[in-house]
């Protein structure tokens, strides 16, 4: 399979929030093939001793850049970084995530305008430019990592869940525009993943009520489906509970989604949404 992934996608992969997780779990899937990889991350320490680990096990080149993907500048140091090299398949992993209320007390409006860029003004910059010298060349490839948060309404997930999907939207429609071009698009749909914000969830003591993935099993469905489908659902046990969810009326459905997040990560309540700052506004007037 090598020889045929770096005639398509090399010879350099970029990989966005690669230091950890599921985008370490692309690299390490990819670095076997053979593809160099330029790892985007802001965990400096971490992605450099990332890039270590893959050089020594994989024997394939590994160019770290440090970058911010939640600042809407960082294309520019990006590019500064990656400089003349070619690359073939653009890997976006990186997301802002959480849990609750729509209002949170220790949330406001420019967490929530970060969290845009970082799930999709940033992909969305990147594609705009590397995609086109893809499909000039005629060859490449794109992955948008997306939930399947964003196959319906999510609540206590909802600005998260409405990013993911826009890109499942976003890598879908492309998979058909670029299809000509041979550039392969898809909308790679993780479910519970064993990441490790998951992880630590789950040590203590939430998700009991989840089946997982783990980050290398997402990675092979992904890279398995990519050239073939607009998108691909991971794991068996996802498909079937989504395929539950398509069954039922939308407001079911979407109730269902809300009963999950309750009974894995909200300790079996409903929170409130938080209203204090209406109330600091009423008094100060």
Not at 21 to 48: F, N, P, T, Y
Not at 116 to 121: D, E, F, I
Not at 162 to 186: D, G, M, R
Not at 224 to 246: E, F, I, V, W, Y
Request: charged residues 20%; proline residues 5%.
């Amino acid at each position: 399979m090598g020889g045929n992934l770096k005639a398509q996608y090399g010879p350099w992969v970029m990989i966005a929030g690669a230091a950890q997780g599921i985008g370490r779990a692309w690299a390490e899937r990819l670095g076997q093939e053979g593809l160099d990889l330029v790892l985007i991350d802001r965990e400096a320490d971490q992605l450099k001793e990332t890039c270590r680990e893959l050089e020594e096990q994989l024997g394939v080149t590994c160019h770290p850049v440090v970058a911010d993907l939640g600042r809407a500048d960082c294309l520019s140091t990006i590019i500064s970084a990656v400089a003349n090299r070619e690359i073939g398949l653009l890997v976006y992993n990186a997301a802002m995530a959480d849990v609750g209320p729509f209002f949170k007390a220790e949330t406001n409006l420019d967490v929530e305008l970060t969290r845009a860029q970082v799930n999709m003004l940033s992909p969305l910059t990147l594609i705009y430019h590397y995609a086109r010298p893809m499909l000039a060349r005629k060859r490449g490839g794109i992955v948008l990592m997306s939930s399947g948060s964003g196959l319906q309404g999510a609540p206590f997930y909802a600005h998260y869940a409405a990013t993911k999907a826009y890109s499942i939207v976003l890598a879908e429609s492309l998979w058909y525009e670029f299809k000509p071009y041979n550039v392969h698009v898809l909308a790679c749909i993780a479910g519970m993943t064993l990441s490790p914000a998951i992880i630590e969830a789950v040590e203590r003591g939430e998700g009991k009520h989840s089946v997982y993935q783990t980050p290398a099993e997402v990675a092979d469905e992904g890279l398995a489906a990519l050239g073939k489908d607009p998108s691909h659902l991971c794991g068996m046990p996802n498909r079937d509970g989504q395929g539950h969810l398509n069954s039922l009326p939308r407001e079911q459905a979407v109730a269902a989604v809300a009963q999950h997040a309750i009974r894995n990560f909200l300790n079996d309540e409903t929170p409130e949404q938080y209203l204090e700052e209406i109330a600091k506004a009423g008094e100060d007037s």
